[in-house]
Structure formats: structure tokens, C-alpha cells
């Protein structure tokens, strides 16, 4: 199986806050905080600690 991955900032935002990752068949997906302080930070977090879960 192939796959791919990709985020976009969009059109409102500067920064894209969004994470992804992927481990064997794991994907996660963590969607920013909506120009919250430190939303790129949250959702990399959780990608992180979704993916050492495995």
C-alpha cells in the first residue's frame, strides 16, 4: 500500500498548526488550535504521544 500525507494552512492562518505522522499502519492526523498560542506545539504533541503508543 502506498501512502501520502499532507497538510495546508489554508487561507485565514500564517502558520499551519496541523501535524501528521505515520508508524507502519498507524496514521494521526492533529488538527492545530486555531491560532491558539502554541497550537503547531499541541498538535505535534499529540501525533508524538498517539504514535509511541504503538
Known amino acids: 500500500m502506498r501512502v501520502?500525507?499532507?497538510t495546508h494552512v489554508g487561507k485565514v492562518r500564517e502558520v499551519n498548526e496541523d501535524s501528521i505522522g505515520r508508524q507502519g499502519s498507524l496514521l494521526v492526523l492533529a488538527d492545530?488550535?486555531?491560532g491558539h498560542n502554541?497550537?503547531?506545539?499541541?498538535s505535534a504533541l499529540v501525533v508524538e504521544r498517539?504514535?509511541?503508543l504503538e
Open 50 to 52: 498517539v504514535l509511541a
Open 4 to 6: 501520502g500525507m499532507a
Open 38 to 42: 502554541a497550537g503547531e506545539v499541541a
Open 32 to 34: 492545530g488550535m486555531g
